[in-house]
């Protein structure tokens, strides 16, 4: 199924919140007046796309609409999609992993889908052709290395795990070691999202960081951190944090089936500069996708 298939089955909800609300506005509307952008800028903030994001939008519509001499609704939409894809495309959007091995980390606060995403990850790369190991660096929960268990089983990938409670840094120490063994392409290194306070957990992380920095200096190294879409702007204030302790090149966006929050994709560049990776939109091995911003802008507006 081509993205923009999928995304138009999976992301239901997201779309009739912002694609339906805007046919409505851009049809019903027989001139570009200021009741057009107040309802451009209203709907837009419901879709979770955030007040200052939404406002700069409308802004830069209201700006390219004089500059382009545009009198349509139409032509209006049209700029629009090419204002939002714009915004979409922050940093580097493509995914490095080129030297053998390199490492994926994957870091984000406790339930927003780090161990699904990276059973996901394990098999599209697998898929690929990549030799993957994946690394249960969260040792805080008993549960949680068993559950990456059953990902490495399924994917038909390696894993490296330690028991219950093991320095989380040290299991990536090995996992790098086994996969420079055992000429591994690709270290997928899963990390808790809750220590005994945030503050332990972040250490965690830059000492994990650091790990792969030391033995792998020369590694192509992506560090995705995974935000909920559901639970909308809240995720964008946990990312300044985890971007001090880890550094970030992408986010992954999960959970975007099931809710109409998807606008907060616009925030994420908008406000973080960071661009979305990829998208999760199920439960499913499959149910994950490389972001494509022209394609998900054409889906919703
Ligand atoms: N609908 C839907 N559910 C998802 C998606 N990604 C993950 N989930 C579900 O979210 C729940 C939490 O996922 P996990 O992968 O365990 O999350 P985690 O970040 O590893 O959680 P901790 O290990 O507790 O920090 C599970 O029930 C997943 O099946 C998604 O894209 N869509
Ligand atoms: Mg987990």
């Not at 609300?21 to 796309?49: P, R, V, Y």
């Not at 209006?76 to 490095?96: F, K, P, W």
Request: glycine share 8%.
């Amino acid at each position: 199924m081509s993205f923009l298939n999928k995304i138009k089955e999976k992301l239901t909800k997201t779309q009739k919140a912002i694609g339906g609300s805007l046919d409505g506005i851009f049809s019903g509307f027989s001139s570009l007046k200021d009741d057009f952008f107040d309802e451009l800028e209203e709907t837009l903030i419901l879709a979770d796309i955030g007040v200052e994001t939404s406002m700069r939008v409308v802004e830069a519509l209201r700006a390219k609409i004089k500059e382009e001499k545009i009198k349509e609704p139409e032509a209006a939409r049209e700029a629009l999609r090419a204002i939002l894809t714009e915004m979409l495309q922050v940093g580097d959007t493509e995914m490095h992993l080129e030297t053998k091995p390199s490492v994926i980390l994957v870091i984000g606060v406790n339930g927003v889908g780090k161990t699904t995403t990276i059973g996901k990850l394990g098999a599209a790369w697998k898929q690929a052709g990549k030799k993957v190991l994946l690394c249960a660096a969260d040792t805080f929960r008993a549960a949680a290395a068993d559950q990456l268990q059953v990902w490495a089983e399924r994917d038909g990938v390696e894993l490296v795990r330690q028991k219950e409670g093991a320095d989380p840094a040290a299991v990536v120490f090995d996992a790098l070691s086994a996969a420079k063994a055992r000429g591994s392409d690709l270290v997928i290194c899963d990390t808790a999202g809750r220590l005994h306070n945030k503050q332990n957990l972040m250490n965690e992380l830059s000492k994990i960081s650091h790990i792969i920095d030391r033995e792998l200096p020369d590694a192509d190294r992506e560090t995705l951190l995974v935000l909920d879409a559901t639970t909308g702007q809240n995720g964008l204030l946990q990312a300044v944090q985890f971007q001090e302790a880890a550094g970030v090149t992408g986010v992954v966006l999960t959970k975007l089936d099931g809710t109409a929050k998807g606008g907060i994709v616009f925030a994420i560049a908008d406000t973080l500069g960071i661009p979305v990776k990829y998208i999760g939109v199920g439960e499913q091995v499959d149910d994950l996708m490389p972001f494509d911003a022209t394609e998900f802008v054409q889906a919703m507006v």
